[in-house]
């Protein structure tokens, strides 16, 4: 499921940066991209002002984002200030400018029967929530934060979720993958679409492909183009490499010996 | 009125001077995420192909990418579906872009290296054909672009098997790329492209071990621009032949500059990472520059290229 983008980088005008808990929700005015991203599909921003000079001379190639939600006009992108390049996004105010490549890759499939069962973990909730948007009340979705702070993102989801927390702050104290297992005990027919960390992504991956389960995982991977040039973003699959920009970032779990893939997530 | 910008290169006709480096934009992959609308405003004059070898290759394992300040350094290792795949499955889709087509190859022996401009130089489709030899010669374990004797017979052997032009892209790895051009040029090359890469590392934060899965990795981006303003400006005078010059450029003015140093022809590289379309901003910004120049050099005498601001 793929949208294609307006070819070349735009100029989008920062609509606002809401706090969401420990995350920071930018919303951008995309006048001249589509409004109909699919859901898994993600966008290349970099700030028109001062994208460079900051922590060590960085950041300077533009950062992926998966879109969260499009609301009036505008496309939400959920971040969380970790390097210098989110660390400059996270400081963009209404008015200032972003520079937006997108939407770019590959979003998720519907499932071809049974329910759709949503799994997001941390940061990695992003495309849950738009794809939560699209699906409705026919999805199910688990959520995983590290504590309270975090899960605050929770509340983004305007149906009901199952929460889950590193160190049981908010929600059941355990791993969203231990919520999956249940689900999945009580409905083995169900569709698995999960985004999140890749120690989360492989328990994800390796307890699906153990019950026979089909899972569609958007994964992560450090890129430069986020349009199949650079070669970069690759992933091994049982298929040999593959660019997670053009032929992901979601990926059949079927195809991955693991979601573990070195680099990613650092 | 939108200023003339055709170039003659190498007896090919450009409708401009700007072209892509190899391997820093893959059209196939581009057109399947924007669509026609990439053919309609294509970002170069002529299209250069990521470099193809003779056997398909997977490339490094990741991680391949490192940002540096104002630049990247990358460990890609030149995955390729080889030359079979290339011609079958690439070739075709090439040949709809709206501009003339550079293949780029890399042979790991001089036999392979024939081998491929033979086989890719009896195309139509291919306009003009640029050896990589920034890999080492499996034969004598030397870099065969870091070496002007090398060099001297990669291009003999290679020049025997095409009518096409032949373009050697220049390493900036190498002790002297003026004795290197010089070599290629009177072994028979066309033209010279550089620079590629210079070769940089980066380490993991915690384990401080190499990053890059493929160990080391070459550096682009502005941060080696003046590297490789200096290389070209030098080659240019060592050399006849044309000079397609490239290395860190991001804007029309960092292009006219490289004109300036001696380049007939430039390329954009990293910067299309950060915008695909980069292309096509700098050659209509290089256009209204040299225009704006030779209207200066005509009524106030001033020679073309040369300019107070900085």
């Not at chain 1, 995309?30 to 921003?45: N, V």
């Not at chain 1, 949503?118 to 699906?135: H, K, N, R, Y």
């Not at chain 2, 170039?7 to 700007?18: D, K, T």
């Not at chain 2, 790329?177 to 090359?189: C, F, M, R, S």
Request: glycine share 12%; aromatic share 6%; charged share 20%.
């Amino acid at each position: 499921m793929r949208t294609l983008a307006p070819f070349g980088r735009r100029p989008a005008r920062v609509a606002g940066v809401e706090r969401i808990g420990e995350y920071d929700l930018l919303w951008a005015e995309d006048a001249d991209g589509p409004g109909d991203p699919r859901p898994g599909q993600f966008y290349m921003l970099a700030a028109e002002e001062r994208w460079g000079a900051g922590s060590d001379e960085r950041p300077w190639l533009p950062r992926a984002f998966s879109y969260c939600r499009v609301e009036d006009g505008r496309i939400g992108f959920i971040l969380e200030d970790i390097g210098p390049g989110t660390h400059r996004l996270a400081q963009l105010r209404e008015g200032e400018r972003l520079w937006l490549t997108g939407p770019l890759g590959i979003g998720f499939t519907p499932p071809a029967s049974g329910r759709p069962l949503l799994v997001g973990g941390g940061i990695g909730v992003a495309p849950i929530l738009c794809w939560s948007d699209e699906l409705g009340d026919a999805a199910r979705v688990l959520l995983g934060f590290r504590s309270a702070g975090y899960a605050t993102a929770a509340s983004l989801f305007h149906g009901d979720v199952a929460l889950a927390t590193d160190d049981g702050s908010a929600g059941k104290l355990a791993y969203v993958t231990e919520l999956l297992r249940e689900e999945l005990d009580a409905d083995a027919q169900a569709t698995v679409y999960a985004c999140g960390p890749p120690p989360m992504l492989e328990a994800v991956r390796a307890l699906c492909a153990e019950r026979g389960v089909t899972a569609q995982l958007a994964m992560e991977s450090g890129m430069a183009c986020g349009f199949g040039a650079c070669f970069g973003c690759v992933v091994p699959t049982r298929n040999g490499y593959v660019r997670l920009c053009v032929d992901g970032p979601v990926v059949d779990a079927a195809e991955l010996e693991t979601a573990l893939v070195p680099g990613s997530g650092h | 009125m939108t200023p003339a910008r055709e170039i003659e290169l190498c007896g090919v006709a450009l409708r401009g001077p700007v072209l892509n480096g190899s391997g820093t934009f893959d059209a196939i992959a581009a057109r399947r995420t924007f669509g026609e609308a990439l053919l309609e405003r294509f970002p170069f004059d002529a299209f250069v192909s990521k470099t193809i070898t003779l056997a398909p290759r997977q490339g490094n394992p990741p991680p391949r990418l490192w940002e540096t300040p104002a630049g990247l350094i990358n460990s890609i290792g030149l995955p390729n579906k080889g030359l079979d795949g290339f011609l079958a499955s690439d070739l075709p889709e090439l040949a709809q872009l709206p501009v003339p087509l550079v293949v780029s190859v890399m042979g790991f022996s001089h036999d392979e290296l024939a081998e491929l401009v033979g086989r890719v130089g009896e195309r139509d489709e291919v306009a003009m054909i640029e050896l990589n030899v920034s890999c080492p010669n499996v034969e004598t374990g030397l870099v065969m672009g870091a070496d002007p004797v090398e060099t001297t017979r990669a291009v003999e052997r290679t020049r025997t098997r095409t009518d096409k032009p032949l373009i050697v892209k220049l390493t900036p790895n190498a002790s002297e790329p003026q004795a290197v051009a010089a070599a290629a040029q009177a072994a028979g090359a066309d033209a010279v492209s550089l620079i590629n890469t210079l070769k940089g590392m980066a380490l993991h934060p915690r384990t401080k071990t190499p990053w890059l899965g493929g160990g080391s990795g070459g550096v682009s981006g502005p941060a080696v621009r003046a590297v490789a303003l200096e290389q070209v400006y030098t080659v240019a005078r060592a050399v006849e032949i044309p000079v397609i010059g490239m290395g860190g450029i991001q804007t029309g003015r960092h292009a006219a500059d490289f004109l300036a140093a001696g380049a007939a022809a430039v390329a954009v590289g990293t910067e299309s990472f950060r915008d695909p379309a980069a292309g096509a901003r700098i050659a209509d910004d290089l256009a209204v520059i040299l225009a704006s120049e030779r209207g200066l050099s005509e009524s106030a005498g001033t020679p073309a290229g040369t300019r107070a601001e900085t």
